[in-house]
């Protein structure tokens, strides 16, 4: 790292075109960002150079697009290890040794090491904002991990503490083995230490109960009150499965939207990931209680959950953000990727073609997912004020190309490697696309190793090695 460079507490970028993302979309041809103490100075039209004083340092972007930093609104960064594993997985192996015997095999050290790869691809694609939701048990340390790696690397985030306490036997996907269980006092307990022991300018934590299957009533509504009297974001899993949404209404009468709001835990705090199968009186429900969601197309696609119906979402006035969801489900961590295929899902399953834009794309990785996390004052747009969070893409590159479709063409044919600088609170973390805090050859060097751990004591090593047709010959 240059230090000279993250030292400098301001300075102009200039030479380059500029999209502000904010709510009048002020694009600029050819325009400049002016950064002083981590925040966004002024932004505008280049001929307003000659109006700033002279003496500020002054760095070209020539060639370039500047815009927003992305905002991941849903993941697990621990699970970036884990990536490929669970491809078309038979579900009696998934019951056997994928689900539990994985997570337990997860710990301090192994998540660590899967955040570091995780946010590595994340902040090299342009990430600035992310959140991680990770299980608090059987490895209590997990969260500890995966908070150091954020740390190291940079990045601004959230960081849910997972819980669950459902004794109910039910559905085997949902059902939830004694060892992972805890009270909902020591849930709130643990949730509590992670914010005192982590929370900084660039990470919070916030509250999570999994689901409306793997929790009580009283962990549900416990994590809620803690979210609430702690001003942090209360996150949950829902309605992300027909096999979910069937149990609930037979456990509960109502579908799982429905069910939250019996509970009182939707509200303007509130953040659902992957919200697939609901009806159109929840969709109403979750606009009149103010509730955000995190949209998966990718996740959502991998395990075939079901068709999440963003347009129904956004024309009830709902916010909504993208989500990468964790590697292990997704498997990539590319959020133009995740653009780019949340459009598209919607025009296949709308048959209508002319649903949506890249624009409306861009919108929710930045300013939507912003909104979503209820970090819309900080993030998501450069106004000033704002974090001097943003991204400078080389325009140049061939699938951006030609200049005069550029913005589609971030979305809809985008080459992550075009991102060539990223700045969180106005410190360039990637310079010329290497990253200046986390070794690019120490991370993965990290992961392999951390993999091959948890493949050995799952017996999942054995599973990889006769998965598919492949006759591999190792001399």
Known sequence: MDAADNEATEFIIHDTMVLTMD?????YESGYLWVRDGLVAGVGDATGLEALP????????????????????????SNGILRGIYDEMPLAVWFERGMWPVLEALD???GAAGARLALLEQMLAGVTTTLSAEFGTPNPRLADGVLQAISESGMRAIVSRMTVDSAVEGLASQAVPRKYRERPVDAC???????????????????????????????????????MRSRMLFTMHVASSREEHQECLQRHGRGCIAQLAEYGV??????????????P??????????????????ANAYYASGHGDLGALLDAGIRVGLGLDGASTNNSQNPWETMKAAILDQKQHAGDAAFGSAELALELATRGGAR????????????????????????????????????????????????????????????????QRLAHDEVLAGANEAMARVLERTGLDGYLATRGGWRWHRG
Not at 54 to 77: Q, Y
Not at 210 to 222: F, H, Q, T, Y
Not at 281 to 298: K, T
Request: net charge negative; charged share 20%.
């Open 266 to 279: 939707l509200g303007e705090g509130t953040l659902l990931a992957h919200v697939i199968w609901l009806s």
């Open 189 to 227: 307990r643990e949730v509590e230490r992670l914010q005192q022991d982590w929370c900084s300018e660039r990470i919070a934590i916030a509250a999570e109960a999994l689901g409306v299957l793997r929790c009580s009533a009283e962990m549900i509504e416990a994590m809620h009150d803690l979210a």
């Open 23 to 27: 709510g009048a979309r002020n694009a």
């Open 108 to 110: 301090e050290e192994a």
């Open 54 to 77: 002279r003496g500020i340092p002054r760095r070209s972007a020539a060639g370039g697009l500047l815009m927003p930093g992305l905002v991941n609104t849903h993941g697990h960064l």
């Open 281 to 298: 009186e929840e969709v109403r429900q979750l606009a009149a209680a103010g509730a955000a969601v995190s949209h998966n197309p990718v």
């Open 372 to 435: 979503a996390l209820g970090m819309e004052v900080q993030v998501g747009s450069l106004e000033p004020g704002k974090k001097a969070d943003f991204i400078v893409i080389d325009a140049s590159r061939p699938a951006l190309a030609p200049r005069q479709t550029l913005v589609s063409n971030l979305v809809y044919s985008h080459d992550p490697g075009a991102v060539r600088d990223v700045y969180i609170g106005g410190e360039r973390v990637v310079r010329d696309g290497v990253h």
